[in-house]
Nanobody, 120 residues
């Protein structure tokens, strides 16, 4: 079983910054892909940013130029640096990891979510 531990959410004023972290653990190889999604009240979960093991990243248009995704493959950790935060960034942010168990079986697992609230 894969465990994803997220941290770094909280309350921040508009224009502020937060850094989210997500650590994947278990009997797994370094995940092929890791990403961050978010879900605001009354809305569907949406992709925020995604990064491959080769560190190729892609972003939702709404966060380009403000958010930066990165990862440390040795630590099975993905980060999301969020700058110039806006009230519309308020949501629960979820980490997703995809890869292989040592057994060769594929996995796709979600974290429990961390709340990000942008408000004055």
């Amino acid at each position: 079983q894969v465990q994803l531990a997220e941290s770094g959410g909280g309350l921040v004023q508009p224009g502020g910054s937060l850094r989210l972290s997500c650590v994947a653990s278990g009997s797994i190889f370094s995940p092929n892909a890791m990403g961050w999604y978010r879900q605001a009240p009354g809305k569907e979960r949406e992709l925020v940013a995604h990064i491959t093991s080769g560190k190729t990243a892609n972003y939702a248009d709404s966060v380009k130029g403000r958010f930066t995704i990165s990862r440390d493959n040795a630590k099975n950790t993905v980060y999301l640096q969020m700058d110039s935060l806006k009230p519309e960034d308020t949501a629960v942010y979820y980490c997703l990891a995809q890869g292989l168990y040592y057994s060769g079986i594929r996995f796709s697992s979600w974290g429990q979510g961390t709340q990000v609230t942008v408000s004055s």
